[in-house]
């Protein structure tokens, strides 16, 4: 019922910038939270930036100062700034988000994920 696309993922060098997309679809009532995650091979899936159930923001220490993550809440659409790329921060960009969703005359509550988008930071 709830689909999340992700875009704007690719190669980059180091120092160089990334704007990452990701809108929601679907029958939503309402999104509580969304926001980026990210995991790279053997490594956990970790905080990239989100907005929370109270519309604050988190980041993920690693990325404080150079990520910045922004919303438009009439398409339903986060977006993900990255400025001064790392080599660190190669990974596959996730999507997540909470919403809460009509199906059938009823609402649900879920949690959903993108495909991913893969960021490389190379030289």
């Known amino acids: 019922q709830v689909q999340l696309v992700e875009s704007g993922g690719g190669l980059v060098q180091p120092g160089g910038s990334l704007r990452l997309s990701c809108a929601a679809s679907?029958?939503?009532?309402?999104?509580?939270?969304m926001g980026w995650y990210r995991q790279a091979p053997g490594k956990e899936r970790e905080l990239v930036a989100a907005?929370?159930?109270?519309?604050?923001?988190n980041y993920g220490g690693s990325v404080k100062g150079r990520f910045t993550i922004s919303r438009d809440n009439a398409k339903n659409t986060v977006y993900l700034q990255m400025n001064n790329l790392k080599p660190e921060d190669t990974a596959v960009y996730l999507c997540?988000?909470?919403?809460?969703?009509?199906?059938?005359?009823?609402?649900?509550?879920?949690?959903?994920w993108g495909q991913g988008t893969q960021v490389t930071v190379s030289s």
């Open positions: 679907g029958n939503i009532f309402s999104i509580n939270a």
């Open positions: 907005f929370t159930s109270v519309g604050r923001t």
């Open positions: 997540n988000a909470e919403v809460l969703y009509n199906t059938r005359g009823t609402y649900r509550a879920g949690d959903y």
